[in-house]
């Protein structure tokens, strides 16, 4: 048995659910479910191929977004875990966020606090000085956080002194040497804005996709799906590492997640967040029934199926909808945790994050190997152009 195999005991065994493995099958856990032979044998195959460096057709990735008994979901996972193993190793990538523009946000995001269009308690103030984002870099490292991302409210960045004033911000966490620097600032509408924000030392922007291009009129009317993949483009161009993912559990079909998540795989996002909805009380989600939990795990564990390399990064949601069962995110092929507070929600204590990880025997100090892992056999790229490694 391999250490991480042992993790992955060790953490069910303290849920108390071991019981239930052995009495289902060997295959599952919290499982009465009988497992159906012939899906254990398609997961199985289909999880080899990954294994091996090949990758899944559409319809073989939302086979497994579909699948509904609870001993083939576990049984997924532990393929995922299996796959996280072996293109992530141990490693596991920590980012933080700091808010530097708060709230009264032009755009109609359904599912967002900051949004003007909704009434909610979120808080309203105008791009923050140098002390609170160097005080966040400070933090981070004193975490082993790997990078601080500058998230601003608004629909996008345009040339102009607000963009010398966001460079500068980008530059003195660059400077200051504690943790990379990145930023997730809207859409941008040029190659000029996406090249100075690599001049200033940007490593890294986030820029989520959310959902399916089918879905996403359901969620945002003020700006469109194009826009932000536009965005990317230029940010690509100019060097910019991608992160992009999305949000579950606003009413998108399994189809959506599994479109989004190939439309990431031909983006080539090199950190892709999966948030589960946290539903704001006077935003259009605020009813929004909650996803079960075996169905975020499943959901991540897909995402790991059809993105092997890509640091998959759990973020916003996690606390209020996984509860006990966070640590299990990594089980699921999790390779990446957004840690401190979100940008209007409350997160649970770093401290308690590191020591899930040291329970898990897994190393947050994944700035060691930098995205070496995703690029040393070009397989972003090569992804991008449908070829196999
Ligand atoms: S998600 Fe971003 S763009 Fe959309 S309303 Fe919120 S802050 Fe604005």
Redesign the pocket.
């Known amino acids: 048995m391999c250490l991480s195999d042992t993790a992955w005991a060790k953490k069910t065994q303290e849920l108390g659910i071991l019981a239930h493995i052995a009495q289902a099958t060997k295959l599952s856990t919290m499982s009465s479910d009988q497992v159906d032979a012939a899906n254990h044998g398609r997961i199985a195959a289909l999880g080899q191929r990954v294994l091996g460096g090949g990758h899944l057709t559409r319809e073989e990735a939302l086979w497994l977004f579909d699948l509904e008994s609870s001993a083939d979901i576990f049984d997924l996972i532990a393929w995922a875990n299996r796959i996280r193993e072996r293109f992530k190793g141990k490693k596991i990538h920590l980012c933080s966020i700091v808010n530097a523009k708060a709230g009264a946000?032009?755009?109609?995001?359904s599912?967002?606090?900051?949004?003007a269009?909704y009434q909610t308690d979120s808080p309203r103030y105008g791009f923050v000085d140098p002390e609170p984002v160097l005080e966040a870099a400070d933090e981070a490292q004193r975490n082993g956080v790997t990078a601080v991302g500058l998230v601003?409210?608004?629909?996008g960045l345009k040339e102009g002194s607000m963009l010398d004033e966001v460079c500068e911000r980008i530059r003195e966490v660059a400077q200051s040497g504690k943790t990379r620097a990145d930023a997730s600032l809207?859409i941008i509408k040029s190659q000029t804005i996406a090249n100075r924000l690599k001049e200033a030392g940007l490593e890294c922007y986030g820029h989520n996709l959310e959902s399916s291009r089918r879905f996403f009129p359901q969620h945002?009317t003020t700006?469109t799906y194009e826009d932000r993949v536009e965005t990317i483009g230029y940010l690509k161009k100019a060097g910019i590492k991608i992160c992009s993912g999305g949000i579950i559990g606003m009413g998108e079909t399994r189809e959506d997640r599994c479109d989004l998540a190939f439309a990431l795989k031909e983006l080539g996002a090199n950190v892709v967040p999966i948030n589960i909805l946290n539903p704001i009380k006077g935003t259009p989600f605020e009813n929004n029934a909650p996803l079960p939990p075996l169905e975020i795990l499943k959901t991540i564990a897909c995402f790991r199926f059809v993105l092997p390399r890509q640091e998959i990064m759990i973020a916003g949601g996690r606390t209020v909808n996984l509860r006990d069962m966070q640590s299990m995110v990594f089980a699921a092929g999790a390779s990446a945790l957004m840690v401190g507070n979100y940008?209007t929600t409350l997160n649970q204590p770093v401290e308690k994050d590191l020591q899930m990880l040291k329970d898990l025997g897994l190393d947050p100090n994944w700035d060691k190997h930098g995205f070496s892992d995703q690029e040393e056999c070009g397989c972003v790229q090569a992804e991008v152009a449908g070829a196999a490694c």
């Open positions: 946000c032009s755009e109609n995001c599912f967002c606090a900051q949004s269009a601003a409210a608004w629909k809207g945002c700006h940008l």
